[in-house]
């Protein structure tokens, strides 16, 4: 048997509740992985997951909506791919990027190139239709995002994660809050009461110049005591600021310590309006924020494989 099988199957009838024809359906299998194994890093274990990454373009196969909030770079699925093999990495996490707005197909097309090791994060709101969140479940979405930074429209809408909780918690997905530091305090009410379990993007966009005793880190630690909520902990660049990368590696420990089984790394490819991105300088702090191997099969194999069901 191929490791995938592609049918067409239409979104719906209904354009306002579909929007797109993803001409993919992909069976992802449920027992254990049986891939060819790349060069890998001799850090890294087998099974290594990048957990959070994007992708875009190329254009001219998945155009950007006139209304993207931003314009990002061409990041094109098999340049990630290279980056990966470089570095060890044989699962991935692909989370849809926000300048797509409502079209998955960049995200599908990207985990349909090796459905057994991918996983995607789909952006949804309480008006995504019925048929969209089926089609995107059986193409390997597994997990709904929900932007609340204002720099992509506006602030935590608690009312909004409720009613996307109730669309998703059927279908067994998690939700993935991508969130300000200065609303990690107001998630608090809302992350105890999920029904479903949550993930917060990219450490909570705390600042790393503002120390682990600021507000937000400790709003963010109080997070991750809940059972159920899980931390990324990804876009340390944008944690950094301005800063050196090495700034954030007391967050990170503090957050391995606080919740050893329910956090997962990720590079944050392309690291979208980043000053510099930095992935060899990311790849290598894993041997300081997870020294041993024990570790780093818990960051790097065990945690994600648990979250996103690989």
């Known amino acids: 048997m191929n490791e995938r099988e592609l049918h067409e199957k239409p979104i719906g009838s209904d354009p306002a509740a579909a929007g797109f024809d993803i001409p993919l359906r992909l069976k992802i299998p449920t027992g254990a992985s049986h891939h060819q194994k790349t060069a890998t890093s001799p850090t890294l274990p087998a099974g290594a997951c990048d957990a959070h990454v994007h992708v875009y373009g190329p254009f001219e196969e998945f155009p950007l909506p006139a209304a993207a909030p931003f314009q990002p770079p061409l990041a094109p699925v098999h340049a990630l791919e290279s980056l990966w093999r470089r570095f060890g990495i044989e699962r991935g996490v692909f989370v849809q990027g926000s300048a797509y707005g409502k079209d998955p197909r960049a995200l599908l097309d990207a985990i349909s190139r090796a459905p057994r090791n991918r996983?995607?994060?789909?952006?949804?709101?309480?008006?995504?239709?019925?048929?969209?969140?089926?089609?995107?479940?059986?193409?390997?979405?597994?997990?709904?995002?929900?932007?609340?930074?204002?720099?992509?429209?506006?602030?935590?809408?608690?009312v909004e994660c409720w009613e996307v909780v109730r669309r998703i918690e059927p279908l067994g997905w998690h939700l993935e809050l991508h969130v300000d530091a200065a609303d990690l305090e107001r998630l608090q009410k809302f992350v105890q009461g999920s029904s479903v379990q949550i993930v917060i993007d990219h450490m909570g966009r705390v600042d790393a110049a503002f120390g682990l005793d600021q507000a937000p880190f400790q709003a963010l630690l109080d997070l991750v005591s809940y059972s159920h909520c899980w931390v990324k902990l990804s876009g340390g660049d944008r944690v950094a600021k301005r800063s050196v990368l090495k700034n954030t590696i007391p967050f990170v420990r503090a957050l391995i310590e606080a919740a050893p089984e329910r956090?997962?790394?990720?590079?944050?490819?392309?690291?979208?309006?980043?000053?510099?991105?930095?992935?060899?300088?990311?790849?290598?702090?894993?041997?300081?924020?997870?020294?041993?191997?024990?570790?780093r099969a818990q960051l790097l194999v065990d945690n994600p494989a648990c979250l996103y069901g690989f």
Do not use: Y
């Not at 048929?131 to 809408?157: I, K, P, S, T, Y």
């Not at 992935?279 to 570790?295: M, R, T, V, Y």
């Open 263 to 295: 956090v997962a790394w990720g590079t944050d490819w392309p690291h979208v309006n980043c000053d510099q991105p930095q992935d060899e300088a990311l790849f290598k702090l894993l041997a300081e924020i997870a020294p041993d191997d024990a570790s």
């Open 119 to 158: 996983r995607g994060v789909a952006l949804v709101r309480p008006d995504t239709s019925d048929a969209m969140l089926e089609q995107l479940q059986v193409n390997g979405v597994c997990g709904a995002r929900m932007n609340f930074v204002r720099h992509l429209g506006h602030g935590f809408d608690e």
